[in-house]
């Protein structure tokens, strides 16, 4: 049996991989709860039933939409590419809902490991109507950004079709049948291009969004997964299509993890063209990870970026997707290239069911405004939020989307403001906190950045992600023994977590820093560096931690090893050439000094504050 599970969450895109392949190593699939009644309609008759609209919010690249569980508030992340829902261990506690174990070996595999996971039965609201014994996996992350868990392929699937209007800020579940060739693409203006490709479907209980694509026009498989924070294609279907890691241009960018503990490497790397349907793109890049599991089901992912610049209806009946294209980027490459401002997408059209869409309240406005972020769509972003804050402006949620836009807008002071009002209105909005403390920090204010994380450290749970978030401000105000304190925390119960890495080497850094306790930083050094032996961010750790402990010749290979990498990180090359003046290498150490100078002068500053310094 196979499907896919993001339920590993992670506050800043650096880490976080979704829904890849995640499979079960034994045991069937639950039977999951049908959601509404079957449609009896007139024999012959083509016949299509709204079962139910998601309101659907974006946070942190993912689309959220709320729900109750047993009575209470929940916040579900719309995963169409995980094969089942979940629950985070945190929310299934605060629902007191009873666990019970599932058959021995049953595990779920994703692209950084295997996770054991149990089950959980309990009563699911949606669109205002309750279903009894939904049942839910519980296992995987913990949330990070009030992210509760998982609806997956069980919930979308229950009607049969699914139109995805994440642009508009709107998930629809539908049923259709009888309807022959009929196009779906009902949005569509005349004269506006709309592609239509077959889902491959092999049974009942094998309903992957997978079709049909090219990369430089060799043909691959892509899943539609609302789960991955950026479009990926697993690095062997690229070297099938002619494309290489190794080509003029590429270059590696972050890492990324799913369920497990690993995160793997990822490059943005040219190709020539990829279409889909009757749509090309060409001379693009697209993001390659080194995971060559994903090809044994998939070769692409096409994930939140390319949902956002598309209205996407799938068809159950039909076996069919039905897309058009919004405007704006339609892949993630903010590393290799500008954004492109997009087209606001508009409502042309009624719905299949006849019913006319309902006009924008407050909440849809400000639905569509946190769409546009993600989409770098600012201006209209700030419009739209604009009015959601005006029309009702007790919702802190509003003003907080409305910071992030001005943020990202190059727009400090409105967005400072927007802080205050969404911590005035909700005081543990933690996302508002966070971002506060950064401005606050950017605006040279430490005291008050301090006292935001202060806040938030005292408000989170005690096993939440936000937890690694405020250990690393924390070190960046120089405030070590906190951010080992968070870190203290937050280790000890995440041992299958793909922020593992990052927080082991972190507490390792802020001991090296401190030059405290390095016995323990190299231990935590090494653990990091076991689970990601090119990352050049753990190499450096580790050789930090080698020159506080006076092993110079092996800070020398470490610091080495991360350049190779990263060939112009200031921080390796000035550790590396302390070092090597220790060794009595003083030339080459004098050289390194320089050219980390070069590139940024305030290395050597913060160094010297630890008394780090040749």
Same mark, same amino acid.
């Given at each position: 049996?196979?499907?896919?599970?993001?339920?590993?969450?992670?506050?800043?895109?650096?880490?976080?991989?979704?829904?890849?392949?995640?499979?079960?190593?034994?045991?069937?699939?639950?039977?999951?709860?049908?959601?509404?009644?079957?449609?009896?309609?007139?024999?012959?008759?083509?016949?299509?039933?709204?079962?139910?609209?998601?309101?659907?919010?974006?946070?942190?690249?993912?689309?959220?939409?709320?729900?109750?569980?047993?009575?209470?508030?929940?916040?579900?992340?719309?995963?169409?590419?995980?094969?089942?829902?979940?629950?985070?261990?945190?929310?299934?506690?605060?629902?007191?809902?009873?666990?019970?174990?599932?058959?021995?070996?049953?595990?779920?595999?994703?692209?950084?490991?295997?996770?054991?996971?149990?089950?959980?039965?309990?009563?699911?609201?949606?669109?205002?109507?309750?279903?009894?014994?939904?049942?839910?996996?519980?296992?995987?992350?913990?949330?990070?950004?009030?992210?509760?868990?998982?609806?997956?392929?069980?919930?979308?699937?229950?009607?049969?079709?699914?139109?995805?209007?994440?642009?508009?800020?709107?998930?629809?579940?539908?049923?259709?049948?009888?309807?022959?060739?009929?196009?779906?693409?009902?949005?569509?203006?005349?004269?506006?291009?709309?592609?239509?490709?077959?889902?491959?479907?092999?049974?009942?209980?094998?309903?992957?969004?997978?079709?049909?694509?090219?990369?430089?026009?060799?043909?691959?498989?892509?899943?539609?997964?609302?789960?991955?924070?950026?479009?990926?294609?697993?690095?062997?279907?690229?070297?099938?299509?002619?494309?290489?890691?190794?080509?003029?241009?590429?270059?590696?960018?972050?890492?990324?993890?799913?369920?497990?503990?690993?995160?793997?490497?990822?490059?943005?790397?040219?190709?020539?063209?990829?279409?889909?349907?009757?749509?090309?793109?060409?001379?693009?890049?697209?993001?390659?990870?080194?995971?060559?599991?994903?090809?044994?089901?998939?070769?692409?992912?096409?994930?939140?970026?390319?949902?956002?610049?598309?209205?996407?209806?799938?068809?159950?009946?039909?076996?069919?997707?039905?897309?058009?294209?919004?405007?704006?980027?339609?892949?993630?490459?903010?590393?290799?290239?500008?954004?492109?401002?997009?087209?606001?997408?508009?409502?042309?059209?009624?719905?299949?069911?006849?019913?006319?869409?309902?006009?924008?309240?407050?909440?849809?406005?400000?639905?569509?405004?946190?769409?546009?972020?993600?989409?770098?769509?600012?201006?209209?972003?700030?419009?739209?939020?604009?009015?959601?804050?005006?029309?009702?402006?007790?919702?802190?949620?509003?003003?907080?989307?409305?910071?992030?836009?001005?943020?990202?807008?190059?727009?400090?002071?409105? %967005?400072? @403001? =927007?802080? $205050?009002? +969404? &911590?005035?209105?909700? #005081?543990?909005?933690?996302?508002? *906190?966070?971002? /506060?403390?950064?401005?606050?920090?950017?605006?040279?204010?430490?005291?008050?950045?301090?006292?935001?994380?202060?806040?938030?450290?005292?408000?989170?749970?005690?096993?939440?992600?936000?937890?690694?978030?405020?250990?690393?401000?924390?070190?960046?105000?120089?405030?070590?023994?906190?951010?080992?304190?968070?870190?203290?925390?937050?280790?000890?119960?995440?041992?299958?977590?793909?922020?593992?890495?990052?927080?082991?080497?972190?507490?390792?850094?802020?001991?090296?820093?401190?030059?405290?306790?390095?016995?323990?930083?190299?231990?935590?050094?090494?653990?990091?560096?076991?689970?990601?032996?090119?990352?050049?961010?753990?190499?450096?750790?580790?050789?930090?931690?080698?020159?506080?402990?006076?092993?110079?010749?092996? %800070?020398? @290979? =470490?610091? $080495?090893? +991360? &350049?190779?990498?990263? #060939?112009?990180?200031?921080?390796? *090359?000035?550790? /590396?050439?302390?070092?090597?003046?220790?060794?009595?290498?003083?030339?080459?150490?004098?050289?390194?000094?320089?050219?980390?100078?070069?590139?940024?002068?305030?290395?050597?500053?913060?160094?010297?504050?630890?008394?780090?310094?040749?």
């Amino acid at each position: 049996m196979k499907g896919c599970v993001n339920i590993v969450t992670c506050p800043r895109a650096r880490s976080r991989r979704g829904s890849a392949a995640a499979r079960l190593s034994s045991g069937a699939l639950l039977a999951g709860a049908l959601l509404v009644p079957a449609v009896a309609p007139a024999a012959g008759k083509c016949t299509v039933s709204l079962l139910g609209d998601l309101a659907v919010l974006m946070m942190d690249s993912r689309p959220t939409v709320t729900a109750k569980i047993n009575g209470a508030d929940v916040r579900m992340f719309i995963d169409s590419g995980a094969f089942y829902s979940f629950l985070t261990p945190p929310a299934a506690a605060k629902l007191k809902l009873r666990l019970s174990d599932m058959p021995k070996g049953f595990t779920v595999r994703g692209i950084g490991g295997e996770v054991a996971v149990s089950r959980a039965t309990a009563e699911l609201t949606l669109f205002d109507h309750a279903f009894k014994g939904v049942q839910f996996l519980v296992g995987g992350g913990d949330d990070d950004v009030g992210v509760d868990g998982v609806l997956g392929q069980n919930i979308l699937w229950s009607g049969g079709d699914v139109e995805y209007d994440l642009a508009n800020g709107k998930i629809r579940l539908m049923r259709s049948q009888d309807c022959g060739e009929k196009s779906f693409a009902y949005w569509a203006k005349p004269g506006t291009p709309t592609s239509s490709i077959e889902i491959p479907w092999t049974g009942e209980h094998d309903k992957d969004t997978v079709g049909p694509a090219a990369i430089n026009g060799h043909p691959v498989r892509v899943t539609f997964d609302t789960g991955a924070l950026q479009t990926l294609v697993s690095r062997r279907a690229l070297e099938k299509a002619g494309g290489s890691i190794d080509a003029p241009g590429a270059e590696e960018v972050s890492r990324v993890g799913g369920v497990g503990s690993r995160a793997l490497r990822t490059w943005l790397v040219p190709v020539s063209s990829f279409a889909i349907g009757s749509e090309e793109i060409r001379n693009t890049k697209l993001r390659v990870i080194d995971y060559h599991g994903m090809a044994d089901e998939e070769d692409m992912l096409l994930g939140i970026d390319f949902f956002l610049s598309h209205h996407i209806y799938v068809n159950g009946s039909q076996h069919r997707i039905y897309l058009t294209y919004n405007g704006g980027p339609v892949f993630d490459l903010s590393r290799a290239a500008a954004s492109t401002p997009a087209s606001q997408p508009g409502d042309a059209g009624k719905p299949p069911d006849g019913s006319e869409p309902p006009r924008l309240d407050a909440a849809g406005y400000a639905r569509r405004g946190a769409a546009s972020i993600e989409r770098r769509d600012y201006v209209h972003a700030l419009e739209d939020l604009d009015r959601a804050c005006s029309m009702d402006p007790t919702q802190s949620e509003y003003f907080y989307e409305r910071a992030i836009a001005h943020v990202y807008n190059s727009q400090p002071q409105p %967005a400072a @403001a =927007d802080l $205050d009002t +969404a &911590l005035r209105l909700k #005081p543990d909005n933690l996302a508002a *906190l966070l971002h /506060r403390s950064d401005l606050r920090s950017q605006a040279a204010d430490r005291p008050g950045a301090l006292a935001d994380l202060d806040t938030a450290d005292r408000i989170a749970a005690p096993d939440s992600n936000v937890h690694t978030d405020i250990a690393e401000r924390y070190e960046a105000l120089d405030e070590l023994p906190k951010a080992i304190a968070e870190y203290d925390g937050w280790i000890p119960t995440h041992r299958l977590d793909s922020n593992r890495g990052p927080a082991l080497s972190g507490r390792c850094r802020s001991r090296a820093l401190l030059g405290v306790d390095l016995d323990k930083a190299l231990a935590d050094c090494e653990s990091a560096v076991r689970l990601a032996p090119t990352s050049a961010t753990f190499l450096r750790n580790r050789g930090l931690v080698q020159l506080r402990r006076g092993e110079f010749a092996k %800070a020398v @290979a =470490d610091y $080495d090893a +991360a &350049l190779a990498v990263r #060939p112009k990180d200031a921080e390796s *090359l000035f550790g /590396r050439g302390i070092a090597r003046l220790r060794l009595g290498d003083a030339a080459r150490g004098r050289a390194d000094l320089e050219a980390a100078a070069e590139i940024d002068k305030q290395v050597a500053i913060a160094a010297k504050k630890h008394g780090i310094e040749p």
